[in-house]
């Protein structure tokens, strides 16, 4: 009998890489899926991006680096920030993670233990909570209205401040509910936060450069009297669409550098040489790319949420950031996840039910749009049909 230890019962996953298995096998089987299920960018990656990873490879980078990173890609980042937000940051400070997701393994499992509570945004991405719990800590939802336009209570999340609380985490632009918190709700928080000063935050900014209708990012970064406790989670994944290359990257605060370092030498050693140097010419090469692939992602927002809105009993926020739609179904009479397993099923369209986000998550469906234009029309098209069809009482 093996023994596991307790903490494999409490650990969650993504249900997106589950719909995306069931949505492969469906089309291995010879139906035609449409995967508005999966949040990754659809485009390739940059060419010049894929060169310098080749380049590098064929100039020897074959071997480990430091475990925070190579050092010109750490001062690219804080060159990168400064440029974007005019913020100033220790190239010390950062580190070169594989994917977002590390930075937030590492600072929930710095914070988390039996005894303490995290909060962490709800709808939110889900291994917020999964990591949290696995580490025995409490997880404790900051609830993310859709009257609120799916931004942060800055009020509602200080109320839930306890002096059990290690770590806050907030995340804007949002997933699953592309939500932005404008910058006046984000000084607030940080204004309130001064009468917590044992709270960390982790600000998991993976979409920030994924904003529209004029919508500026205000980074956490910007204000100075939290960075002493702040941790910064971006990457390349989302940004750059370089999902498959693991490249994210954190900031620290001084006093958890060393304990994240030390994290990366017990676990990845370092990140994949020659990705670190394709992070290095994403940073500094032209930005066209970028741009190009938010303003399409900026017209197919239109067309879903325009679409969505015409469904029968359906109605959708317009998000601001990110390239998900989180529209309301609960007039349909549905429930969130029977309605995306049969639109699965039975429409061969792939979303993911919000309660795979949270307990709040019920009532909404995550559309993301980050598929081609004729795709998303021919997905409502066929929701459209489905709903018309199995209208619930
Ligand atoms: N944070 C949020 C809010 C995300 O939506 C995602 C990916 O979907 C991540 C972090 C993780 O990104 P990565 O694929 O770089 O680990």
Not at 153 to 164: G, M, N, Q
Not at 213 to 234: M, N, S, W
Not at 316 to 328: C, E, I, L, S, V
């Amino acid at each position: 009998m093996l023994h596991i230890t307790d903490a494999f019962s409490r650990i969650g996953e993504e249900n997106a890489f589950a719909v995306l298995a069931r949505a492969t096998e469906l089309q291995r089987q010879g139906k035609d899926i449409i995967n508005l299920g999966i949040g990754q960018p659809d485009f390739r990656t940059p060419e010049n991006i894929v060169e310098a990873a080749i380049k590098a490879l064929k100039d020897g980078h074959h071997g480990y680096t430091p475990a925070t990173g190579i050092l010109p890609l750490r001062e690219a980042v804080a060159a990168d920030l400064h440029k974007r937000f005019g913020v100033d940051v220790s190239p010390e400070l950062v580190m070169i993670v594989p994917g977002g997701k590390v930075t937030m393994f590492m600072a929930i499992l710095m914070f988390g233990e039996p005894g303490a509570d995290i909060l962490y945004p709800d709808p939110g991405f889900p291994i917020y909570r999964s990591m949290i719990e696995f580490t025995g800590a409490r997880a404790i939802p900051v609830p993310i209205r859709e009257e609120n336009g799916f931004a942060f209570s800055a009020e509602e999340t200080l109320s839930l401040i306890t002096p059990k609380t290690r770590l806050l985490i907030i995340n804007s632009p949002a997933n699953p509910t592309g939500g932005v918190t404008p910058k006046a709700e984000i000084d607030k928080l940080v204004k309130g936060l001064e009468r917590f000063p044992d709270v960390a935050i982790m600000s998991d900014e993976i979409y920030a450069q994924m904003t529209y209708d004029g919508e500026k990012h205000q980074t956490l970064l910007a204000y100075p009297e939290i960075r002493d406790r702040l941790v910064l989670l971006d990457g390349w994944s989302k940004t750059y669409a370089m999902t498959g290359w693991r490249m994210g990257y954190s900031v620290w605060p001084k006093p958890l550098y060393d304990a994240a370092r030390k994290l990366a030498v017990n676990s990845f050693s370092c990140v994949n040489a020659s990705a670190q140097y394709a992070g290095l010419e994403a940073l500094t090469g032209p930005q066209d790319a970028v741009h190009a692939m938010v303003q399409e992602f900026d017209r197919r927002r239109k067309v879903v949420i325009e679409g969505l809105n015409k469904l029968p009993n359906v109605s959708a926020a317009t998000p601001k950031g990110a390239f998900y739609a989180f529209p309301n179904i609960s007039k349909t009479g549905w429930r969130a996840k029977p309605l995306a397993s049969a639109l699965l099923e039975e429409a061969g369209v792939a979303t993911i039910g919000g309660p795979d986000f949270g307990v709040y998550g019920e009532g909404f469906i995550r559309l993301s749009y980050a598929n081609s234009t004729e795709n998303i029309v021919r997905a409502l098209e066929r929701i459209e049909k489905f709903l018309n069809e199995h209208a619930q009482k």
